[in-house]
């Protein structure tokens, strides 16, 4: 390809390269895709692309490539095509955004008012228009993650605090709430592990979650979750006196194609009777199973099949799942890329959502995003997809906007 002298393909992002922090100091707030737009590097680095695509579609036409060469040029051709077709549309909508602008300062007549109302109507749907292209193209820049679209095992633990009850409530409320996101989004949930308090809370319970794009919308949600409110039982009700509780998310990525190598000499699995709800099953089968790998110290339960062997694959499914997240972690670790947006085990001890019952609000420090009624939260629709989604673009602002930041120190010789 060199032979043609000027093609030299301009790599795209590549996320892996740089270590990405939601408490960036210099971007403590938030950026909408439509702002990062506007940005002087953005639009250099989005105009070398574009010419980049025009000088692949022209290459393609020679005659003088060889198979290869074709091969090369159609894959690069290919990823740069939605990219700067996504640039091209939204360059037009900012020329008709910048038409209607200079029109409605032209109308300022009585008689022009009901046409520069139906024109600002205009304008606030081109708005809406280039902040969705805007994100369309961030996602286009930003790669998927290589373990975006697998399964995941999804655990919650109860914290501990003074006052009784309201970690393990906050625990089984949380549980519930990703319960119902999962069937929100048309995803699989099959509780592997569910241990229940003795006063109606959970301490601890785990689930395997399949479906489209699974770990792209949990894998921040890992980390420690806090509880602000007033207990609805006890001492603590009757003097109206806020608790402040927490509990754990742990969201581990499980590939389809997982192949961790367990010998069975390192293994010391235990039966016992299942707890919690169940019947006579529960009381009188010992099919609950735990699984010790004694080389890491690694444990694992299920208890929620009938058949002790059915447990048994289950559990060893979740260790291997869990051994898979150790080596990604060394690797991660050995390329200097560990990131803090990945919190599934990485950062536990980090508070990353408050929800504050007494005022109504939850808020998710990474972002400093505060929404309103805990309860639709908690209901694991609509509202918590929004503010999962709100991760999600920060995260893909923040990667392109450390990816410019280093190209500038780079071409500037810092």
């Known amino acids: 390809l060199h032979n043609h002298g000027f093609w030299r393909p301009k790599p795209l992002l590549d996320t892996a390269r740089f270590t990405l922090s939601f408490n960036s100091r210099h971007r403590k707030n938030h950026q909408d895709s439509q702002a990062l737009w506007k940005h002087e590097a953005v639009q250099k680095y989005l105009e070398t692309l574009s010419k980049e695509y025009q000088q692949v579609s022209h ?49 300022d007549s009585r008689d022009e008012k009901q046409l520069l109302e139906l024109a600002l109507e205009e304008k606030e749907g081109l708005d809406k228009k280039m902040s969705m292209l805007c994100r369309k193209l961030f996602q286009l820049l930003v790669p998927k993650e290589k373990y975006d679209r697998s399964p995941v095992i999804l655990e919650v633990t109860a914290g501990r605090t003074t006052g009784g009850d309201i970690c393990q409530q906050f625990t089984k409320e949380i549980f519930e709430m990703y319960q119902n996101y999962a069937d929100y989004k048309r995803w699989t949930f099959d509780i592997v592990n569910y241990t229940p308090a003795e006063i109606g809370g959970l301490h601890h319970a785990a689930a395997h979650i399949s479906g489209e794009n699974v770990y792209r919308h949990l894998k921040y949600e890992g980390g420690t979750h806090r509880v602000q409110r007033i207990p609805e039982t006890g ?27 367990v010998d069975h000499k390192d293994l010391r699995i235990d039966t016992f009777r299942a707890r919690g709800a169940g019947g006579q099953h529960v009381n009188k089968t010992d099919s609950a199973v735990r699984i010790v790998h004694l080389p890491t110290g690694l444990a694992v339960e299920c ?96 990667a392109v906007t450390q990816y410019l930041e280093n190209l500038q120190a780079l071409e500037g010789g810092g």
Do not use: W
């Open 59 to 107: 290459l393609l036409s020679a005659d003088s490539l060889n198979d290869f060469e074709q091969r090369t040029l159609r894959r690069r051709c290919a990823n740069l095509s939605p990219i700067a077709a996504a640039f091209q549309e939204i360059k037009e909508a900012e020329r008709e955004v910048q038409d209607l602008e200079a029109m409605c300062t032209e109308l």
């Open 235 to 261: 001492m603590s009700s009757r003097m109206q006196r806020i608790h402040t509780g927490t509990m754990s998310v742990i969201v581990l990525p499980q590939p389809e194609e997982v192949d961790v190598k």
């Open 303 to 398: 208890q929620q099949e009938r058949s002790q062997q059915m447990n048994k694959e289950r559990a060893l499914r979740t260790l291997r799942a869990k051994l898979y997240q150790q080596i990604i972690e060394k690797q991660l670790s050995q390329e200097q890329s560990a990131r803090k947006l990945q919190l599934g085990t990485r950062a536990q001890s980090e508070r990353i959502r408050t929800y504050n019952f007494t005022q109504d609000r939850v808020t998710d420090h990474r972002i400093s995003y505060d929404a309103r009624n805990i309860k639709e939260i908690l209901s694991g629709k609509e509202a918590l997809d929004k503010l999962i989604n709100r991760l999600l673009e920060f995260a893909e602002i923040q």
